[in-house]
């Protein structure tokens, strides 16, 4: 049958990739000639191409072809690390890669704006859903390599009128600004979940097949209240998470 045939040029193709016939980068046969090397039809190869490319192991190019896909190497990122707020740095840094590959220039492009609080936004801040916050967007690269996006969220009782709410990259750290508001960080709650990108994540990431995403969502508190929320959104397969206790070098 054509729904048993798919999956047989599919696990055929799959052990292809693992024993090294097809490495990584390497482009696979056009349809036309699998259709000939597998006697079926192409609506049979397509089928088989989908199922690689759900489960990761091809991507299709526009124009170009389908090709085998290298290995993510993930990287590690530590969830104890807190910006340095009295420093001046900024929230977006606080949850940067460390290791190997991460010496690379981190650029990246600001949004503000305001709009009105989601399920998720305002259970965490302790506002009305559907009230009214400023959300500052950072969409970061690592080199010319898509890395994460953040989103910070400010109750509008705090934010409104004040360098929050500016375009562009603020000359001091937002919980800086904060702190001179009279809201000086002393504390967050980190929550972790998956779930799938939206059109403008897979367009932001490049997604060409099914990657979940890792969203870290860190919360946090003055002593009386949240006074802002962060997601740090990253691609699942491209990043590790880890928690760290006492005195660690980042080194190892």
């Known amino acids: 049958m054509a729904g048993a045939k798919y999956r047989q040029i599919a696990d055929n193709l799959r052990e292809q990739i693992r024993s090294g016939t097809l490495r990584p980068g390497d482009q696979l046969p056009t349809e036309p000639l699998l259709a000939v090397s597998y006697d079926a039809s192409r609506s049979t190869i397509r089928l088989a191409i989908g199922l690689?490319?759900?489960t990761g192991l091809v991507e299709t190019r526009q124009g170009m072809g389908t090709f085998v896909r290298r290995p993510p190497?993930?990287?590690t990122v530590v969830l104890t690390r807190e910006e340095d707020w009295q420093a001046g740095e900024h929230a977006e840094a606080a949850l940067q890669p460390i290791g190997e590959r991460t010496d690379r220039p981190v650029t990246a492009r600001f949004l503000?704006?305001?709009?009105?609080a989601g399920a998720e936004v305002a259970a965490a801040l302790n506002v009305a859903e559907?009230?009214?916050v400023v959300v500052r967007r950072s969409h970061l690269h690592l080199d010319q390599e898509p890395w994460?996006?953040?989103a910070s969220y400010y109750p509008m009782d705090i934010a409104s009128g004040t360098p929050l709410?500016?375009?562009?990259?603020m000359e001091k750290s937002a919980s800086l600004v904060l702190a001179e508001l009279g809201h000086r960080p002393t504390g967050y709650r980190d929550d972790i979940y998956a779930r799938m990108p939206d059109p403008s994540e897979e367009e932001f990431f490049g997604l060409a097949s099914v990657v979940p995403l890792t969203v870290v969502s860190r919360t946090a508190y003055d002593m009386s209240r949240p006074i802002r929320l962060t997601l740090y959104v990253y691609r699942a397969d491209q990043v590790r998470l880890r928690h760290e206790m006492g005195s660690i070098s980042h080194g190892q």
Request: proline share 9%.
């Open 130 to 132: 559907g009230a009214p």
């Open 148 to 150: 994460s996006l953040v």
């Open 112 to 116: 503000a704006e305001a709009e009105n």
């Open 52 to 54: 690689l490319t759900t």
């Open 73 to 75: 190497a993930p990287m």
């Open 165 to 169: 709410e500016q375009a562009g990259r």
